[in-house]
């Protein structure tokens, strides 16, 4: 009798963050996915979303981006998505259709939905690992940068400007977004 092996998956790390100005407001995300020391760098934005979207977001835009199952080490400085999945919400949440602990339904289904689905039918292995946001991490930071660089890029592309970019006398009388 014959048996068949699968080859080793890669292992691949894949950090992530999510920025949002203003909350719901213009968003971005960014991730960076490491393979044998190399880097790519993926990123975007969205309009009128919230932070939480955003992380959850950039986790599907680098799973979604890899070619064949692998095993993903995903770094994230979002607990509300590491504790999706280590401390089980994402479980309960699908058990009890879809409805919180107070029997809500849950922020954001439709993005987890699709990070399930992403998941399953590429067939990867995921760890999920809580780093320390905006600390001495250096994937982390450059993640930071690439969301708050997105929500730039939005600004920039829909003629909007940020308040600090305004000219001094005008910078006073715009409020926070």
Not at 47 to 56: A, D, K, L, Y
Not at 57 to 79: M, N, T
Not at 121 to 139: C, N, Q, R, S
Request: hydrophobic residues 30%.
């Amino acid at each position: 009798m014959t048996q068949t092996c699968e080859p080793a998956r890669k292992q691949v790390t894949l950090y992530t963050d999510g920025a949002c100005s203003g909350n719901p407001g213009p968003g971005g995300w960014g991730a960076i996915l490491s393979y044998r020391g190399q880097n790519r760098e993926l990123s975007g934005h969205m309009p009128n979303t919230t932070n939480n979207r955003m992380e959850v977001f950039a986790v599907i835009s680098g799973l979604g981006a890899l070619k064949e199952p692998c095993h993903v080490d995903v770094y994230s400085d979002s607990a509300y998505t590491v504790n999706a999945f280590n401390e089980h919400w994402i479980d309960n949440w699908q058990k009890n259709g879809w409805l919180n602990s107070e029997k809500k339904p849950v922020e954001n289904s439709d993005l987890w939905k699709l990070l399930l689905q992403i998941i399953r039918m590429k067939k990867h292995e995921i760890v999920f690992h809580k780093v320390k946001g905006h600390a001495e991490d250096p994937l982390n930071i450059r993640c930071d940068e690439l969301a708050r660089s997105a929500i730039k890029e939005y600004r920039r592309m829909n003629g909007e400007q940020e308040a600090e970019e305004l000219p001094p006398a005008q910078a006073s009388t715009v409020k926070p977004t």
